[in-house]
């Protein structure tokens, strides 16, 4: 927690659930934890760099989107760190539930056929993300999020330690390739 004496500053009170450990509005009467969001810079300028990059490349939407999901997050995380409001903090942490369900699906569609489209798997990503927002909107408890924020990372290492085998036979470096 931020030291009791801060100061309120251009955005009012702080509302939102968490309030880091930067003293409050010290460098600026504008943003509540300056370097807690400047920091955010490199969640925002190398990801569009990198959904840019992408799109002249002819990469899937899919690598596009996962780099605007990064971005999103970055700017979610710069208004929070900025004003320390609810809604704010919403800004900041849902889309970090949707974006590691868009790495998920990247991750499980990696040696599938170009340009097609896994329906179920998409709606089952959609469907959990749906539940986490319904479920975090009532119960606005920072543990939750932290705790379903972990199920994504953790599906994620699951099936990378089922995939330590040999690609298939047909060349599957695209996946990873930047050109």
Same mark, same amino acid.
């Given at each position: /927690? ?24 010290? =460098? ?9 969001? =400047? ?35 970055? /700017? ?7 004003? *320390? ?21 990247? /991750? ?12 179920? *798997? ?28 972990? =199920?994504?990372?953790?599906? =994620? ?23």
């Amino acid at each position: /927690m931020a030291p009791a004496a801060d100061r309120e500053g251009y955005w009012g009170p702080t509302t939102s659930t968490l309030d880091w450990c930067e003293e409050n509005y010290s =460098v600026t009467w504008y943003i509540a934890e300056f370097w807690n969001t =400047v920091s955010n810079l490199i969640m925002i300028i190398p990801p569009m760099f990198g959904a840019v990059q992408s799109v002249r490349d002819g990469l899937e939407k899919r690598y596009i989107a996962s780099y605007l999901a990064l971005t999103v997050v970055g /700017m979610g995380s710069w208004c929070f760190h900025m004003t *320390l409001k609810y809604e704010m903090q919403l800004l900041d942490e849902l889309p970090m539930i949707y974006s590691c369900c868009i790495f998920v699906y990247c /991750m499980f569609e990696c040696f599938k056929i170009k340009n097609s489209v896994n329906y179920h *798997l998409l709606f089952t990503l959609v469907l959990f993300s749906l539940i986490v927002t319904t479920v975090y909107l009532k119960v606005k408890e920072p543990i939750f999020h932290q705790e379903s924020h972990s =199920v994504t990372p953790a599906e =994620v290492q699951w099936h990378n330690l089922g995939s330590l085998e040999p690609p298939p036979p047909r060349s599957c470096m695209e996946c990873w390739s930047l050109h």
